[in-house]
């Protein structure tokens, strides 16, 4: 008989029991394929928003045209001569349609915002928040192309100004937010996921702050521009390079109350980049855990799923082996049995070799086969050749301990994945940033792209020796853009390698500390424990000792078909084991046990890292849950109490795989528990009293409770004698002579 754990496997390859469950998860998993659609989309079009509207401003209150000094040569002292030019003023027909661009930027982030909070309909506000930032756009676009036609820059003393390349990042990152948005709406239309955005905390946190620095950017970049003389682009730029704590030195406050407003700006400017970085790096933790993270988990336990087998019916059907032989003679001695195990074997061989070593299954189909015939026949064999890897797992000890090795295995993808992912990002920005910055500074400082990357090193991580800066009008924006992207990036990296290798090193510090200068007790007979075979080869003479005793003895833990019984299953061996623990404890035992099993869990909730429990608290824990719903009356939820009290621990619906802890889960369950068991004691104490009530009525008493007459037989509790030992009419009704005491029925 085939394990229900089986059927599951041939039947989905899932592990999924339920069907409705099974549908929710195949519409879940389809979902999952939009994820960074439905949740990462929204956010990040909601912090480039604000920038988008940053960068506007200064296209608007910067001229778009410059005239540089001495024809546009460089000055001798290494300065660019775009620091020196001068603005050239702005026809009217450039200036009106930038204030529109800055209008209809604001009211399609106010769009979002409102979609964000509920305020309006997401069929209503995405489709305007699109609108208007397209609208933006194309007015900047517009507008730079009629520039460039109708009032171009001449050329070498006339150029375009940092205003002029802030409205061009402007204009692609209103295109870039329209793009995304419009992804989105995609997925929506398509049904992968309802129009009802939640934020949860993390999310409404990154918002509020990427909205407050940018902010406060922009509103500290106006005050030095004030204060201190600045354009404010150049203001823009300095107040970038302030927070962000590089420091070049190309631009520094020289008046007291320049000075003086740097003490706030620059404080409050750190905590606000702080949050933000912090909300970010949550963001993408939490990115990563519940999308890419589960899922090459979801993977993992699917192919394990799908290599399962529990019994050798099972082994036999997903090898394509026959069937075992059923055999009369085998039960008439041992001689007869051995001669159908030995028939058994010889059948498998001819079809190939079959090792099971531990829980893996491996068969080779073909390599015991003699090769008879030509070279080429043989050839042809072998090419024909298969090799199955499957999982045996008879016991629900196995299905537990394969599902733990999949979690330290996840685990340690999750962290190898996380530091590969930072490194990626950080090369790629430095090394393309690098790239830009030597093509926009090759008129002016002519940086070589070794020159480019040694800067870009320098800016990221915020050394800013000031040696090399960006000095023309095109790298000072680009350097606002690229720089606020980039800090972040190598705080993620800094926060992995401290998971990683940081980790890794001060593990390698204690062992060679442990092993040479601070020497621990007793850590050569743990380091022999650990690794077996080299004490094998230590102590020669033992393992001698012992083959000469036991030279038959296989060197790995070979097994046989005949180890497996063919008609045992998992799912047999858990109904029997429930119905032995039903007999052997009380519920009111269990109950108790439960109550300090509670208190227990709860005290774990506490515990960091997370508490991991052994499979024999899950054992323990499993029975106080499930004993409530063996037992229950209440039969029309036993569908619902099926699915709370019954999983399978490599299926989908494992509580391993719960998106919370593991007390966390334990807990909710042993609740549930607790409720079924009060019910079930209100329901016995309420059918208890109406059975009395039956008895008393059949026995004539009702009339002499009412008087106040007291009872005068004796009752058991929990039962109740049928009758006195002797014929009796009630009501003309003629009653048998019960043979003995009958146990009062529990159920109306």
Known sequence: MTSRYAQQTISSGSGCRNPNRCRRSDKASR??????????????????????????????????????????????????????????????????????????????????????????????????????????????????????????????????????????LA??????????????????????????????????????????????????????????????????????????????????????????????????????????????????????????????????????????????????????????????????????????????????MQLGRLEIVGRAVTFDEGKAQNAVGSGEEVLRDRRKKRRQKLLLLEEEKDRFDVMRQIQEETKHWKQSWALGMALLVFFSFWTIGALVFMVTETRISQWRYFDSLYFCFVAILTIGYGDLAPKSNIGKPFFIVWSITAVPIVTVLVQQMSQTVVMAINRGTFTLADWTIMPKKGILKSFLTRHSTLAKLLNRKQVDTEKGKHPERPMRDERHFSDIDPERSLGQQQDGSRVLEKEKYDDNELAKELSAAIKAVAHDLRSHPPKVYSYGEWERFTKLIRFTALSSLESD????????????????????????????????RLCESLGRWMRRQVQKHEQRKYWDEVFDVMEGRVGDRRKGEAATDTRRVGSRSYGHGRNEDWKGVKWEEPTGNMERPLTR
Request: proline share 5%.
């Open 31 to 168: 979902t999952k394929k939009w994820w960074f659609a439905s949740t990462a989309i929204p956010l990040i079009a909601a912090t480039i928003g604000p920038f988008s509207n940053v960068l506007s401003i200064v296209s608007l209150v910067s001229p778009w045209r410059f005239t540089l000094p001495d024809n546009g040569l460089p000055f001798s002292d290494n300065h660019g001569s775009d620091d020196a030019a001068w603005g050239i003023p702005d026809p009217n027909w450039e200036i009106i349609p930038n204030i529109f661009s800055i209008i209809f930027g604001l009211l399609g982030h106010l769009f979002l915002l409102l979609n964000f909070t509920r305020r309006v309909r997401y069929i209503v506000a995405l489709p305007l928040s699109i609108v208007f930032w397209l609208l933006s756009a194309l007015i900047l676009i517009v507008v730079e192309i009629a520039m460039a036609i109708y009032a171009p820059p001449v050329a070498p003393g006339e150029a375009y100004s940092q205003g002029f390349w802030h409205s061009v």
């Open 171 to 348: 204009s692609l990152m209103y295109v870039l937010s329209c793009a995304m948005l419009m992804v989105n709406m995609v997925g929506y239309f398509k049904g992968h996921y309802p129009q009802k955005f939640e934020l949860d905390d993390d999310q409404r946190t990154l918002i509020l702050q990427t909205m407050s620095f940018f902010f406060w950017l922009a509103g500290g970049a106006g005050v030095f521009c004030a204060l201190e003389g600045f354009t404010y682009a150049d203001s823009l730029y300095f107040s970038q390079v302030t927070i962000l704590t590089v420091g070049f030195g190309d631009f520094a406050p020289k008046t007291d109350s320049g000075r003086g407003f740097l003490f706030a700006f620059q404080i409050i400017g750190v905590i606000f980049l702080g949050l933000v970085i912090g909300s970010l790096t949550r963001f993408a933790a939490n990115i990563s855990a519940d999308k890419i993270i589960k899922r090459h988990r979801q993977h993992k336990r699917e192919s394990t799923v799908g290599r399962t087998v529990t019994s050798e019916k099972e082994l036999r059907e997903r090898l394509g082996l026959p069937p075992v032989r059923p055999d009369s003679a085998a039960a008439e001695g041992g001689l007869a049995e051995s001669a159908s195990e030995y028939a058994r074997r010889a059948s498998i």
């Open 637 to 668: 939820e036993s569908v619902e109490r099926d699915e709370q009290t019954e999983w399978d621990w490599i299926g989908e619906d494992s509580p391993l795989l719960a998106d919370v802890t593991e007390a966390e889960w334990i807990l909710d």
